[in-house]
């Protein structure tokens, strides 16, 4: 078994590799991830690494060791339920910008290890609040979390609770449309990190969906109602439920299929204020468009 001193100089090196490949130089994230002990996130060892998407590895022994490197590791193999990609995680967390003194909201907090990174980034001063639909994922997080005074962890749908304003809605899971109780819950400046997907199945018909991260922004200044818009990379991610709206899926897959994500500048609510020309994407109440 490695020893506690040898975790401390492992963590430090997976700290520094994970923000390199998630193309942040953030100090405050590669400190967090230096210092919390993601074992402490997981079930107990030995765990199950995944190495393809409908492949896992377990580990010979239950050394933490072993979860210091860039894989997902299994929270529900039976459902390819996992503790998610370590660098592709961090990049999200990097996009929302999270500040020492703010509140983010995690929609999906599974058993809480990116809950913790962002307790580290918003500080004492900040708060955290974490959102998992899943009964007992939301227990055992609860418990996980419980040394962080400034996290709550509530067991709810994550697309219909009642939300405190936030700086920051990381949304953890893939929805085909945004539900307006993010949208309402932003600050002015707030910014929103969202998987907006479509259904897919992997390995033998377990749920699954694939599209693109957005980073949605509430304006700052006097139109405080409006909301820019940018897509930052691909994904494959399991389903937020709650949030998988037809209507909204079937105009998305039409947006992915004839490309074109990376023009996108503006989020609309609503489905009828913009031309055809700058719409990449109209679906029932709102929209995505060039300008």
Same mark, same amino acid.
């Given at each position: 078994?490695?020893?506690?001193?040898?975790?401390?100089?492992?963590?430090?090196?997976?700290?520094? $590799?994970?923000?390199?490949?998630?193309?942040?130089?953030?100090?405050?994230?590669?400190?967090?991830?230096?210092?919390?002990?993601?074992?402490?996130?997981?079930?107990?060892?030995?765990? $199950?690494?995944?190495?393809?998407?409908?492949?896992?590895?377990?580990t010979?022994?239950?050394?933490?060791?072993?979860?210091?490197q860039?894989?997902?590791?299994?929270?529900?193999?039976?459902?390819?339920?996992?503790?998610?990609?370590?660098?592709?995680?961090?990049?999200?967390?990097?996009?929302?910008?999270?500040?020492?003194?703010?509140h983010?909201?995690?929609?999906?907090t599974?058993?809480?290890?990116?809950?913790?990174?962002?307790?580290?980034?918003?500080g004492?001063a900040?708060?955290?609040?974490?959102?998992?639909?899943d009964?007992?994922?939301?227990?055992?997080?609860?418990?996980? +979390?419980?040394?962080?005074?400034?996290?709550?962890?509530?067991?709810?749908?994550?697309?219909?609770?009642?939300?405190?304003?936030?700086?920051?809605?990381?949304?953890?899971?893939?929805?085909?449309?945004?539900?307006?109780?993010?949208?309402?819950?932003?600050?002015?400046?707030?910014?929103?990190?969202?998987?907006?997907?479509?259904?897919?199945t992997?390995?033998?018909?377990?749920?699954?969906?694939?599209?693109?991260?957005?980073?949605?922004?509430r304006?700052?200044?006097?139109?405080?109602?409006?909301?820019?818009?940018?897509?930052?990379?691909?994904?494959?991610?399991?389903?937020?439920?709650?949030?998988?709206?037809?209507?909204?899926?079937?105009?998305?897959?039409?947006?992915?299929?004839?490309?074109g994500?990376?023009?996108?500048?503006?989020?609309?609510?609503?489905?009828?204020?913009?031309?055809?020309?700058?719409?990449?994407?109209?679906?029932?109440?709102?929209? +995505?468009?060039?300008?």
């Open positions: 078994m490695t020893s506690a001193d040898e975790l401390r100089v492992v963590r430090r090196v997976y700290a520094r $590799q994970i923000t390199h490949a998630a193309g942040t130089n953030d100090a405050r994230i590669e400190n967090a991830l230096a210092t919390l002990r993601r074992e402490d996130f997981l079930p107990p060892g030995p765990w $199950q690494l995944q190495h393809l998407p409908d492949h896992y590895r377990e010979p022994d239950a050394d933490p060791i072993y979860l210091y860039d894989v997902p590791v299994a929270i529900r193999p039976d459902r390819r339920l996992n503790n998610g990609q370590p660098s592709f995680l961090t990049m999200l967390l990097s996009l929302g910008r999270l500040q020492d003194g703010e983010a909201v995690h929609i999906g599974g058993l809480g290890y990116y809950t913790a990174v962002l307790s580290c980034l918003a004492p900040g708060r955290v609040t974490g959102i998992e639909f009964v007992d994922l939301a227990l055992r997080a609860a418990t996980n +979390l419980a040394s962080f005074a400034n996290i709550r962890v509530i067991q709810a749908d994550g697309a219909t609770v009642r939300l405190d304003l936030a700086d920051v809605i990381y949304v953890n899971a893939g929805a085909s449309r945004p539900a307006d109780t993010w949208l309402d819950a932003l600050k002015p400046g707030g910014r929103l990190v969202l998987p907006l997907t479509v259904s897919m992997i390995g033998e018909g377990h749920a699954m969906t694939r599209g693109a991260i957005f980073l949605i922004e304006d700052s200044g006097r139109d405080t109602d409006g909301f820019a818009a940018r897509a930052v990379s691909n994904t494959m991610i399991y389903p937020c439920v709650g949030m998988r709206d037809e209507a909204s899926e079937q105009a998305l897959y039409a947006a992915l299929d004839k490309g994500a990376s023009k996108v500048k503006r989020l609309r609510r609503d489905d009828d204020g913009a031309s055809d020309d700058i719409c990449w994407l109209r679906a029932p109440g709102w929209s +995505l468009t060039y300008e």
